[in-house]
Protein backbone atom coordinates (compact mmCIF):
# COMPACT_ATOMS: atom_id res chain seq x y z
CA UNK A 1 0.00 0.00 0.00
CA UNK A 2 1.21 3.78 -0.40
CA UNK A 3 0.40 6.61 2.23
CA UNK A 4 -1.44 9.43 1.19
CA UNK A 5 1.60 11.85 2.00
CA UNK A 6 2.30 11.53 -1.96
CA UNK A 7 -0.82 13.70 -2.90
CA UNK A 8 -1.52 15.59 0.03
CA UNK A 9 0.97 18.68 -0.58
CA UNK A 10 -0.98 20.23 -3.89
CA UNK A 11 -4.42 18.44 -2.23
CA UNK A 12 -3.84 21.04 1.07
CA UNK A 13 -2.79 23.56 -1.12
CA UNK A 14 -6.08 24.00 -2.62
CA UNK A 15 -7.47 23.19 0.74
CA UNK A 16 -5.99 26.38 2.16
CA UNK A 17 -7.77 28.10 -0.76
CA UNK A 18 -11.44 27.36 -0.31
CA UNK A 19 -10.76 27.43 3.41
CA UNK A 20 -9.50 31.15 3.07
CA UNK A 21 -12.57 31.50 0.46
CA UNK A 22 -15.02 30.72 2.60
CA UNK A 23 -13.88 31.79 6.12
CA UNK A 24 -16.51 33.28 8.27
CA UNK A 25 -16.46 35.37 11.74
CA UNK A 26 -18.17 34.33 14.52
CA UNK A 27 -17.50 32.82 17.99
CA UNK A 28 -17.67 28.76 19.15
CA UNK A 29 -17.73 27.53 22.41
CA UNK A 30 -14.81 26.73 24.60
CA UNK A 31 -13.86 23.56 25.38
CA UNK A 32 -13.82 25.04 29.38
CA UNK A 33 -17.86 26.07 29.24
CA UNK A 34 -20.00 23.34 27.55
CA UNK A 35 -23.24 22.59 29.47
CA UNK A 36 -23.06 20.78 32.22
CA UNK A 37 -19.64 21.36 32.74
CA UNK A 38 -18.79 18.27 30.99
CA UNK A 39 -18.96 16.70 34.26
CA UNK A 40 -21.03 13.87 32.95
CA UNK A 41 -20.48 9.80 32.91
CA UNK A 42 -21.18 7.56 29.98
CA UNK A 43 -20.37 6.80 26.84
CA UNK A 44 -19.31 9.71 24.24
CA UNK A 45 -22.51 9.28 21.88
CA UNK A 46 -21.83 9.45 17.98
CA UNK A 47 -24.37 10.40 15.46
CA UNK A 48 -23.73 9.46 12.63
CA UNK A 49 -24.90 9.43 8.53
CA UNK A 50 -22.44 6.91 7.40
CA UNK A 51 -25.49 4.00 6.64
CA UNK A 52 -24.39 2.58 3.56
CA UNK A 53 -23.38 -0.87 4.61
CA UNK A 54 -20.11 -1.25 4.58
CA UNK A 55 -19.28 2.33 5.72
CA UNK A 56 -21.53 1.56 9.12
CA UNK A 57 -19.08 -1.18 9.53
CA UNK A 58 -15.94 0.47 9.59
CA UNK A 59 -17.74 3.48 11.66
CA UNK A 60 -18.78 0.76 14.04
CA UNK A 61 -14.81 -0.86 13.85
CA UNK A 62 -13.34 2.64 14.43
CA UNK A 63 -15.41 2.82 18.08
CA UNK A 64 -14.94 -0.94 18.82
CA UNK A 65 -11.00 0.03 18.44
CA UNK A 66 -11.59 3.19 20.43
CA UNK A 67 -13.16 1.24 23.14
CA UNK A 68 -10.46 -1.56 23.36
CA UNK A 69 -7.91 1.10 23.93
CA UNK A 70 -9.57 1.59 27.67
CA UNK A 71 -10.68 5.00 29.33
CA UNK A 72 -13.27 6.93 27.77
CA UNK A 73 -15.72 5.04 25.62
CA UNK A 74 -17.89 5.70 22.92
CA UNK A 75 -21.61 4.37 21.02
CA UNK A 76 -22.20 4.60 17.59
CA UNK A 77 -26.08 5.55 16.29
CA UNK A 78 -26.68 5.78 12.55
CA UNK A 79 -29.30 7.27 10.87
CA UNK A 80 -30.24 7.86 6.83
CA UNK A 81 -28.09 10.83 5.38
CA UNK A 82 -30.70 12.87 4.08
CA UNK A 83 -32.86 12.31 7.71
CA UNK A 84 -29.32 13.24 8.96
CA UNK A 85 -28.99 16.78 7.26
CA UNK A 86 -32.69 17.18 7.91
CA UNK A 87 -32.24 16.89 11.68
CA UNK A 88 -28.73 18.03 12.08
CA UNK A 89 -30.02 21.40 13.59
CA UNK A 90 -31.98 20.00 15.74
CA UNK A 91 -28.84 17.51 17.02
CA UNK A 92 -26.79 20.88 17.54
CA UNK A 93 -29.95 22.99 19.18
CA UNK A 94 -30.76 20.40 21.79
CA UNK A 95 -30.23 20.42 25.60
CA UNK A 96 -29.30 17.39 25.16
CA UNK A 97 -27.51 16.85 22.03
CA UNK A 98 -24.90 14.06 20.57
CA UNK A 99 -21.58 14.07 21.60
CA UNK A 100 -19.92 14.02 18.56
CA UNK A 101 -21.83 14.04 14.76
CA UNK A 102 -20.24 13.08 11.28
CA UNK A 103 -20.15 15.69 8.78
CA UNK A 104 -17.90 17.70 6.63
CA UNK A 105 -15.75 20.66 6.77
CA UNK A 106 -16.02 23.97 5.01
CA UNK A 107 -19.10 26.67 4.95
CA UNK A 108 -21.47 24.31 6.66
CA UNK A 109 -19.58 23.75 9.97
CA UNK A 110 -18.94 27.28 10.39
CA UNK A 111 -21.80 28.42 9.87
CA UNK A 112 -23.08 26.49 12.82
CA UNK A 113 -19.93 27.83 14.48
CA UNK A 114 -20.93 31.15 14.26
CA UNK A 115 -23.92 30.26 16.04
CA UNK A 116 -22.20 29.22 18.88
CA UNK A 117 -23.15 25.67 18.83
CA UNK A 118 -19.67 23.34 18.09
CA UNK A 119 -16.96 22.80 20.32
CA UNK A 120 -13.53 24.27 19.97
CA UNK A 121 -11.77 21.68 19.39
CA UNK A 122 -8.53 23.31 18.99
CA UNK A 123 -6.72 20.84 22.06
CA UNK A 124 -7.37 17.97 19.86
CA UNK A 125 -5.71 20.06 17.12
CA UNK A 126 -2.77 21.13 19.30
CA UNK A 127 -1.75 16.98 19.52
CA UNK A 128 -2.27 16.37 16.30
CA UNK A 129 1.03 15.84 14.17
CA UNK A 130 1.24 15.60 10.18
CA UNK A 131 -1.37 17.98 9.06
CA UNK A 132 -0.35 20.78 7.47
CA UNK A 133 -1.51 24.45 7.86
CA UNK A 134 -4.07 24.36 5.00
CA UNK A 135 -6.00 21.43 6.40
CA UNK A 136 -6.22 23.19 9.87
CA UNK A 137 -7.46 26.16 8.07
CA UNK A 138 -10.29 24.40 6.61
CA UNK A 139 -11.15 23.49 10.12
CA UNK A 140 -10.87 26.91 11.68
CA UNK A 141 -13.06 29.75 12.59
CA UNK A 142 -12.46 32.64 14.32
CA UNK A 143 -9.17 31.44 15.01
CA UNK A 144 -10.04 27.86 16.66
CA UNK A 145 -10.74 24.85 15.38
CA UNK A 146 -14.02 23.29 15.10
CA UNK A 147 -13.81 20.63 12.97
CA UNK A 148 -11.82 17.31 12.94
CA UNK A 149 -10.94 15.62 9.26
CA UNK A 150 -10.55 11.99 8.37
CA UNK A 151 -10.99 11.81 5.04
CA UNK A 152 -11.80 12.66 1.64
CA UNK A 153 -12.93 11.80 -1.67
CA UNK A 154 -12.74 12.43 -5.19
CA UNK A 155 -15.94 12.62 -7.94
CA UNK A 156 -15.30 11.86 -11.70
CA UNK A 157 -17.65 9.82 -14.54
CA UNK A 158 -17.34 6.30 -13.16
CA UNK A 159 -18.10 3.28 -15.53
CA UNK A 160 -17.60 -0.71 -15.89
CA UNK A 161 -14.08 -1.21 -17.59
CA UNK A 162 -15.81 -4.52 -18.82
CA UNK A 163 -18.66 -2.69 -20.84
CA UNK A 164 -16.27 0.33 -22.25
CA UNK A 165 -14.23 -2.21 -23.94
CA UNK A 166 -17.48 -4.39 -25.22
CA UNK A 167 -18.54 -1.42 -26.29
CA UNK A 168 -15.38 0.03 -28.23
CA UNK A 169 -14.87 3.04 -26.36
CA UNK A 170 -12.13 4.80 -24.49
CA UNK A 171 -11.87 7.45 -21.59
CA UNK A 172 -12.53 11.08 -23.23
CA UNK A 173 -10.89 13.93 -22.37
CA UNK A 174 -12.44 16.76 -24.12
CA UNK A 175 -16.37 17.36 -24.34
CA UNK A 176 -16.18 16.84 -27.70
CA UNK A 177 -15.02 13.23 -27.28
CA UNK A 178 -17.21 12.92 -24.04
CA UNK A 179 -20.29 13.77 -26.60
CA UNK A 180 -18.73 11.03 -29.36
CA UNK A 181 -18.75 7.88 -26.46
CA UNK A 182 -22.45 8.93 -25.73
CA UNK A 183 -23.19 8.39 -29.16
CA UNK A 184 -21.41 5.54 -29.26
CA UNK A 185 -23.03 3.99 -26.38
CA UNK A 186 -26.15 5.04 -27.59
CA UNK A 187 -25.79 3.35 -30.92
CA UNK A 188 -24.98 0.20 -28.85
CA UNK A 189 -29.02 0.29 -27.27
CA UNK A 190 -27.54 1.46 -23.53
CA UNK A 191 -28.49 5.05 -22.09
CA UNK A 192 -25.30 6.75 -21.73
CA UNK A 193 -25.54 9.02 -18.78
CA UNK A 194 -27.08 7.46 -15.26
CA UNK A 195 -28.24 10.11 -12.75
CA UNK A 196 -29.55 9.37 -9.61
CA UNK A 197 -31.46 12.57 -8.50
CA UNK A 198 -35.30 12.06 -7.23
CA UNK A 199 -36.15 13.31 -3.87
CA UNK A 200 -34.21 11.16 -2.22
CA UNK A 201 -30.80 12.33 -3.45
CA UNK A 202 -31.63 15.17 -5.85
CA UNK A 203 -28.13 16.93 -4.67
CA UNK A 204 -26.43 14.56 -7.35
CA UNK A 205 -27.73 17.02 -10.05
CA UNK A 206 -24.94 19.09 -8.36
CA UNK A 207 -22.08 17.32 -9.60
CA UNK A 208 -22.87 18.48 -12.75
CA UNK A 209 -23.12 21.98 -11.94
CA UNK A 210 -20.21 22.16 -10.35
CA UNK A 211 -18.14 20.91 -13.15
CA UNK A 212 -19.12 22.53 -15.69
CA UNK A 213 -19.18 25.91 -13.80
CA UNK A 214 -15.65 25.15 -12.29
CA UNK A 215 -14.59 24.05 -16.30
CA UNK A 216 -16.23 26.78 -18.09
CA UNK A 217 -15.73 29.76 -15.21
CA UNK A 218 -13.08 28.76 -13.14
CA UNK A 219 -12.83 27.68 -9.51
CA UNK A 220 -13.01 31.16 -7.94
CA UNK A 221 -15.75 32.31 -9.93
CA UNK A 222 -18.00 29.12 -8.56
CA UNK A 223 -17.05 29.97 -5.10
CA UNK A 224 -18.10 33.36 -5.58
CA UNK A 225 -21.38 32.37 -7.08
CA UNK A 226 -22.30 30.27 -4.63
CA UNK A 227 -21.17 33.08 -1.57
CA UNK A 228 -23.49 35.62 -3.30
CA UNK A 229 -20.90 37.30 -5.36
CA UNK A 230 -22.67 37.29 -8.58
CA UNK A 231 -26.07 36.03 -9.97
CA UNK A 232 -27.64 32.50 -11.04
CA UNK A 233 -29.09 35.03 -13.53
CA UNK A 234 -25.83 35.77 -14.69
CA UNK A 235 -24.52 35.42 -18.70
CA UNK A 236 -21.48 33.03 -17.66
CA UNK A 237 -24.09 30.44 -15.72
CA UNK A 238 -26.28 30.21 -18.72
CA UNK A 239 -23.15 29.31 -20.61
CA UNK A 240 -22.87 26.34 -18.32
CA UNK A 241 -26.83 25.53 -18.60
CA UNK A 242 -26.22 25.66 -22.67
CA UNK A 243 -22.94 23.23 -22.51
CA UNK A 244 -24.88 21.07 -20.27
CA UNK A 245 -27.73 20.70 -22.06
CA UNK A 246 -25.65 19.56 -25.47
CA UNK A 247 -25.66 16.51 -23.06
CA UNK A 248 -29.05 15.78 -21.89
CA UNK A 249 -29.99 14.14 -24.67
CA UNK A 250 -27.74 11.14 -23.65
CA UNK A 251 -28.90 11.58 -19.78
CA UNK A 252 -31.34 8.51 -18.73
CA UNK A 253 -34.65 9.93 -19.00
CA UNK A 254 -35.94 8.37 -15.74
CA UNK A 255 -32.89 9.72 -14.05
CA UNK A 256 -34.99 12.16 -11.96
CA UNK A 257 -37.17 9.23 -10.56
CA UNK A 258 -33.72 7.01 -9.42
CA UNK A 259 -32.31 7.37 -6.33
CA UNK A 260 -28.22 7.49 -6.90
CA UNK A 261 -28.39 3.63 -4.99
CA UNK A 262 -30.71 2.95 -8.28
CA UNK A 263 -29.05 4.75 -10.54
CA UNK A 264 -25.55 2.82 -9.66
CA UNK A 265 -27.68 -1.03 -9.97
CA UNK A 266 -28.30 0.23 -13.48
CA UNK A 267 -24.89 1.47 -13.90
CA UNK A 268 -23.30 -2.12 -12.72
CA UNK A 269 -25.91 -3.92 -14.77
CA UNK A 270 -25.04 -2.77 -18.06
CA UNK A 271 -28.36 -0.20 -18.32
CA UNK A 272 -26.20 2.53 -18.58
CA UNK A 273 -23.32 2.94 -19.48
CA UNK A 274 -21.39 6.16 -17.31
CA UNK A 275 -22.48 8.16 -14.22
CA UNK A 276 -20.59 11.75 -12.58
CA UNK A 277 -20.48 10.80 -8.70
CA UNK A 278 -18.10 10.79 -6.25
CA UNK A 279 -16.33 7.23 -4.73
CA UNK A 280 -19.05 6.63 -2.03
CA UNK A 281 -20.10 4.44 -4.84
CA UNK A 282 -17.85 2.35 -4.38
CA UNK A 283 -19.75 1.61 -0.84
CA UNK A 284 -22.95 -0.05 -2.47
CA UNK A 285 -21.11 -1.61 -5.32
CA UNK A 286 -20.66 -5.03 -4.36
CA UNK A 287 -16.89 -6.72 -3.41
CA UNK A 288 -17.14 -8.73 -6.88
CA UNK A 289 -17.79 -5.72 -9.17
CA UNK A 290 -15.18 -3.19 -7.63
CA UNK A 291 -12.25 -4.52 -9.59
CA UNK A 292 -14.51 -3.75 -12.48
CA UNK A 293 -15.06 -0.15 -11.95
CA UNK A 294 -12.91 2.93 -13.71
CA UNK A 295 -13.36 6.24 -13.90
CA UNK A 296 -12.09 9.64 -15.81
CA UNK A 297 -11.90 12.91 -15.15
CA UNK A 298 -14.59 15.38 -15.99
CA UNK A 299 -13.96 16.48 -19.43
CA UNK A 300 -12.01 19.58 -20.65
CA UNK A 301 -14.44 22.39 -22.14
CA UNK A 302 -12.56 25.25 -22.11
CA UNK A 303 -8.62 24.24 -22.10
CA UNK A 304 -8.25 27.94 -20.82
CA UNK A 305 -9.37 27.18 -17.84
CA UNK A 306 -7.28 25.47 -14.58
CA UNK A 307 -8.34 21.98 -14.16
CA UNK A 308 -10.14 22.27 -10.93
CA UNK A 309 -11.68 19.15 -9.04
CA UNK A 310 -14.47 18.57 -6.35
CA UNK A 311 -12.47 16.87 -3.02
CA UNK A 312 -14.78 16.84 -0.72
CA UNK A 313 -13.75 16.21 2.99
CA UNK A 314 -15.52 14.68 5.44
CA UNK A 315 -15.00 14.06 9.39
CA UNK A 316 -16.37 15.32 12.69
CA UNK A 317 -17.42 18.06 14.87
CA UNK A 318 -18.67 17.80 18.73
CA UNK A 319 -21.28 19.78 19.99
CA UNK A 320 -20.65 22.59 22.32
CA UNK A 321 -23.34 21.54 24.79
CA UNK A 322 -22.04 18.60 25.24
CA UNK A 323 -21.72 17.06 28.98
CA UNK A 324 -19.08 15.19 28.36
CA UNK A 325 -16.16 17.37 26.92
CA UNK A 326 -13.07 15.38 28.41
CA UNK A 327 -14.50 12.13 26.90
CA UNK A 328 -15.12 14.08 23.47
CA UNK A 329 -11.72 15.32 23.01
CA UNK A 330 -10.38 12.38 23.93
CA UNK A 331 -12.29 10.56 21.21
CA UNK A 332 -11.36 13.14 18.78
CA UNK A 333 -7.96 13.39 19.37
CA UNK A 334 -7.54 9.42 18.67
CA UNK A 335 -9.67 10.17 15.36
CA UNK A 336 -6.22 11.86 14.62
CA UNK A 337 -3.98 9.15 14.34
CA UNK A 338 -2.74 6.76 12.06
CA UNK A 339 -4.31 3.62 13.79
CA UNK A 340 -7.77 5.49 13.79
CA UNK A 341 -8.11 6.60 10.34
CA UNK A 342 -6.50 2.98 9.09
CA UNK A 343 -9.35 0.82 11.58
CA UNK A 344 -11.81 2.54 9.29
CA UNK A 345 -10.06 2.22 5.85
CA UNK A 346 -9.98 -1.16 6.72
CA UNK A 347 -12.69 -2.45 7.50
CA UNK A 348 -14.80 0.34 4.59
CA UNK A 349 -15.00 -0.18 0.71
CA UNK A 350 -11.50 1.58 0.36
CA UNK A 351 -13.73 4.32 -1.16
CA UNK A 352 -11.94 7.11 1.06
CA UNK A 353 -8.24 8.66 1.35
CA UNK A 354 -7.39 9.47 4.96
CA UNK A 355 -6.91 12.53 5.81
CA UNK A 356 -3.23 11.76 8.45
CA UNK A 357 -0.75 11.82 5.67
CA UNK A 358 1.21 9.23 7.30
CA UNK A 359 -2.49 7.11 7.02
CA UNK A 360 -1.96 3.78 4.81
CA UNK A 361 -4.73 4.34 1.96
CA UNK A 362 -6.70 1.31 0.16
CA UNK A 363 -3.80 1.28 -2.29
CA UNK A 364 -5.87 0.21 -5.37
CA UNK A 365 -5.28 1.31 -9.39
CA UNK A 366 -8.84 3.79 -8.72
CA UNK A 367 -7.92 5.56 -5.50
CA UNK A 368 -4.65 5.53 -7.03
CA UNK A 369 -5.59 7.41 -10.27
CA UNK A 370 -7.71 9.06 -8.24
CA UNK A 371 -5.09 11.38 -6.14
CA UNK A 372 -2.81 11.58 -8.90
CA UNK A 373 -5.52 13.56 -10.42
CA UNK A 374 -6.00 15.37 -7.14
CA UNK A 375 -2.13 15.88 -7.02
CA UNK A 376 -2.59 17.64 -10.71
CA UNK A 377 -5.56 20.09 -9.65
CA UNK A 378 -5.24 23.77 -10.29
CA UNK A 379 -7.85 24.38 -7.43
CA UNK A 380 -10.06 22.13 -5.74
CA UNK A 381 -13.69 22.81 -4.41
CA UNK A 382 -15.96 20.89 -1.71
CA UNK A 383 -19.40 20.65 -3.26
CA UNK A 384 -22.48 22.98 -3.65
CA UNK A 385 -23.82 22.74 -0.33
CA UNK A 386 -20.19 22.90 1.41
CA UNK A 387 -18.64 25.41 -0.47
CA UNK A 388 -22.20 27.28 -0.22
CA UNK A 389 -24.25 26.50 2.24
CA UNK A 390 -27.58 23.58 3.22
CA UNK A 391 -30.02 26.09 2.85
CA UNK A 392 -28.90 26.94 -0.55
CA UNK A 393 -28.99 23.41 -1.54
CA UNK A 394 -32.66 23.62 -1.86
CA UNK A 395 -32.78 26.13 -4.32
CA UNK A 396 -30.47 24.31 -6.38
CA UNK A 397 -32.37 21.14 -6.61
CA UNK A 398 -35.58 22.72 -7.60
CA UNK A 399 -33.76 24.74 -10.28
CA UNK A 400 -31.29 21.84 -11.55
CA UNK A 401 -33.93 19.20 -11.85
CA UNK A 402 -36.14 21.74 -13.67
CA UNK A 403 -33.69 22.50 -16.20
CA UNK A 404 -33.16 18.59 -16.66
CA UNK A 405 -36.84 18.18 -17.28
CA UNK A 406 -37.50 20.90 -18.99
CA UNK A 407 -33.97 22.25 -20.56
CA UNK A 408 -36.17 24.75 -23.01
CA UNK A 409 -37.08 27.05 -19.75
CA UNK A 410 -33.22 28.08 -19.17
CA UNK A 411 -33.83 31.91 -18.74
CA UNK A 412 -37.11 31.66 -16.52
CA UNK A 413 -35.11 29.13 -14.46
CA UNK A 414 -32.09 31.15 -13.76
CA UNK A 415 -34.36 34.08 -12.70
CA UNK A 416 -36.19 32.13 -10.25
CA UNK A 417 -32.97 29.93 -8.87
CA UNK A 418 -31.55 34.17 -8.39
CA UNK A 419 -34.66 35.10 -6.44
CA UNK A 420 -34.58 32.01 -4.34
CA UNK A 421 -30.94 32.24 -3.61
CA UNK A 422 -31.43 36.03 -2.53
CA UNK A 423 -33.73 34.93 -0.04
CA UNK A 424 -30.99 32.64 1.96
CA UNK A 425 -28.85 34.85 1.16
CA UNK A 426 -30.27 37.96 3.19
CA UNK A 427 -31.54 35.92 5.46
Not at 83 to 90: A, E, N, Y
Not at 105 to 121: E, F, H, I, T, W
Not at 208 to 230: C, M, P, V
Amino acid sequence: MTTARFSRRNFLAGLGAVGAATALGGCVTSTGSSAGGGSATGPVTVQSNLSAPSAKAAMQALIDAFNKKGGSQASLNTVASETFRTQLPTYLTSSNPPDVMTWYAGSVARSYADKGLLLDVSDVWNGATGYSDALKQLSTDSGKQIFVPTSYYFWGLFYRKSNFAKWGVQEPTSWADFLQVCETIKSKGVTPIGLGADNSTPWVASGWFDYLNIRINGANYHRELLAGKHSFADPQVHKVFDQWKTALPHFDPKGTALSFQDATTNLLQGRTGMMLIGTFLLDTTPKEDVDDIGFFRFPVVDPSVPLAEEAPTDGFFASSHTKRTQQTLDFLKYLTTVEAQEAYLKSSSGSSLPANPAAKDAGTALITKGKEMLNKAADLTQFFNRDSSDALQPTADAALIRFIQHPEQIDSILTDWQTAAKKVWNS
